[in-house]
């Protein structure tokens, strides 16, 4: 078959997602389910077989061979046509697992008062705007400290990583200095300790202890958590206000020559001792 210039052109069926409607039109559903998928032709976009294979986990040509056989989706969607491209903040998984192209990226960072932890540029100052020339990867936070608190943060790109962090009974632990607005009491501390039953939920901590040659206002807990609002239920349900968090060790990860607002990346050691945890 040609064309009026006399090119030639490839004549093929393309796959469709759903059944037409009356007079050859897309159906509204076919339409939805198409909404989300990679435009093919997309100038800024990156083949898929290229994501793929830049993902380390196979060379273009195998990438090509799963992708035919439908075992990539992106954005929820199978893709299974030679050539479609797409974006790097696509949802691009590869039997169900969320892959990533880009190099893995580990970055620590003493957090100081005053930012939020958001990758939103339209909350004030965050968290990004210190990190921002880290990496060249899209790095993100794991876990919550709120504006006022400080401490480690660790931001990442690996899935792995995030997931383990982000499960709150194998996550990695993470020990908090907070300051009370009031010394706690002994049988608080025990309360603390043993768990709480707020609201009907039960709050687990790993440890929580005095501060050494400190006054009783200051603890060190010691939990398996991403955010520090659980620390606040903790110590208002037993009627105390908390003045101070900071962040003192998250697993193996501390803040030993890691002064307040800056970052340092991870080496080999500590990403696995972090795996390992």
Known sequence: MKKQDGKPTKKYNKPTTGKKA?????SAKAVKENASAPKKQSSSGIRLNKYIANSGICSRRE???????????????????????????????????RINPEA???????????????????????VMDLVANATKSRIEPIGRLGRNATGLLLFTNDEKVMQ?????????????????????????????????????????????????????????????????????????????????????????????????GKYRHLNQQEINNLMML
């Open 22 to 26: 009356a007079g050859g039109k897309p």
């Open 63 to 97: 990438a090509d061979l799963y992708i035919s056989t439908g075992q990539v989706t992106v954005n929820g969607q199978v893709v299974n046509e030679m050539g479609s491209k797409v974006n790097l903040d696509d949802d691009v998984r590869f039997d169900g697992r």
């Open 164 to 260: 383990k962090m982000m499960n709150t009974k194998a996550g990695l632990p993470r020990l908090f200095h907070i300051e009370l607005d009031k010394n706690l009491k002994g049988e608080d501390l025990e309360k603390i300790k043993q768990g709480l039953t707020v609201e009907g939920k039960k709050i687990f901590v790993e440890d929580i202890s005095y501060v050494n040659d400190a006054p009783r206002k200051e603890v060190g807990l010691q939990i398996k958590n991403i955010g520090n609002g659980v620390i606040r239920t903790i110590f208002e349900y037993l009627d105390y206000q908390v003045v101070r968090v900071d962040c003192v060790t998250l697993g193996t990860l501390t803040k030993k020559d890691l002064p307040r």
């Open 104 to 126: 893995k990226a580990y970055v620590l960072l003493n957090k100081p008062k005053g930012f939020g932890v958001t990758t939103s540029n339209k909350k004030g100052m965050t």
